[in-house]
């Protein structure tokens, strides 16, 4: 199958796309992922991307379009992908399609977790990290640690960053309305949007969201 995973920050769309890639036997490709390794191997994109970066400006969409399509033709992705975090506007969608149009591909289904705003908020702005080891993450309401403020694994102190701010978390969801949920009626318009309630424990999301990619494959047959 070849995904795309849409929803707002905190849904959780890098824990499902992990669960779902395992599941569905295919790679899970992330744009994230991909910078740091375009960058970590100093490939021509990567050198290009880390140019922008450096000089505080966003890469530009032919760049991300490069390293995706890089990605994708390698032979693991030759049965389909999940792709996390691209397209993140209309102008990287139309350049997926053309790209899959022009290897005789197609996108079987675009997963749209759905999240309520106020729950997005409460998950990013209730998050707290560990100063001595970032790996250990708790949080105000859902995994409170024993003591608060102190790090359960190694007393470390907890504290909120910077872009988990409500206010940052805001202008998060913004920008999130602004350039990437226009996607999801571009994906309507070809009728492959399938979506699901992001809310309750990873395993249910997990489990709703592969049922409905069944139902969905299902109804195309």
């Known amino acids: ?98 790209m899959l149009q022009s290897e005789s591909m197609k996108l079987d289904a675009v997963l749209d977790l759905e999240v309520p705003e106020e729950e997005v908020v409460k998950r990013i702005a209730g998050r707290r990290i560990c100063r001595k080891d970032s790996s250990h993450v708790f949080h105000v309401t859902y995994s409170k640690p024993k003591a608060e403020g102190v790090c359960d694994a190694c007393g470390g102190e907890l504290y909120q960053r910077d872009d988990d701010s409500e206010e940052t978390v805001r202008k998060r969801l913004e920008v999130y309305h602004t350039q990437t949920e226009p996607i999801i ?17 990873v395993e249910e999301v997990t489990g709703r969201a592969m049922e409905a990619l069944k139902r969905d494959e299902d109804g195309k047959q």
Do not use: C, W
């Open 1 to 98: 199958m070849r995904i795309v995973l849409v929803g707002p920050p905190g849904a959780g769309k890098g824990t499902q796309a992990a669960f779902l890639a395992k599941n569905l036997s295919i790679p899970h490709i992330s744009t994230g992922d991909l910078f740091r390794a375009n960058i970590s191997q100093q490939t021509e994109l990567g050198k290009l991307a880390k140019s922008y970066m450096d000089a505080g400006n966003l890469v530009p969409d032919e760049v991300t379009i490069g390293m995706a399509k890089d990605r994708m033709e390698k032979p693991d992705a030759e049965n389909g992908f999940l792709l996390d975090g691209f397209p993140r506007n209309v102008s990287q969608a139309e350049a997926l399609d053309e």
């Open 185 to 201: 009626d571009y994906y309507k318009a070809q009728g492959l949007v399938v979506t699901i309630s992001a809310l309750g424990k």
